[in-house]
């Protein structure tokens, strides 16, 4: 399942992934709370948390990820992927020099510091 929790003011979303992300959990949550927010403050910056309670992606899931970003190119200020994961850290960094937008990857105990560098004036400073 996918938490999705939108800032009224703020113009983030925050995605928290629990257990096995499915494709459905992309389509009934997280696309229309991410347009919702879109809809409300124009462009917005993401939060992608995979916490310990992230048990991994089905193929429908992993092929809604994608198509959900390949379709919000301009609406995404900026991303911030919160994981222990290395494999995945691995693979943002690695896909996000393709991305138009700045991506950065935190572990799990830095939550706060993504939510401070999402939020900053300048992403390429903190």
Known sequence: ???VETGETSGVVVAKAVGTLSA???SDALVPGLEAAIAAHGPVA???WFGPEFDGFTAGAMWADMRLGLDHLK???RIAVVTDDHVM???VQGTAIFLPMPVRVFGNDA?????KWLLADDPAKG
């Open 111 to 115: 939550l706060g510091a993504a939510n």
């Open 46 to 48: 993401m939060l992608y």
């Open 1 to 3: 399942m996918i938490l």
């Open 75 to 77: 609406d995404i200020t």
């Open 89 to 91: 850290a691995a693979m």
């Open 24 to 26: 459905s959990d992309y």
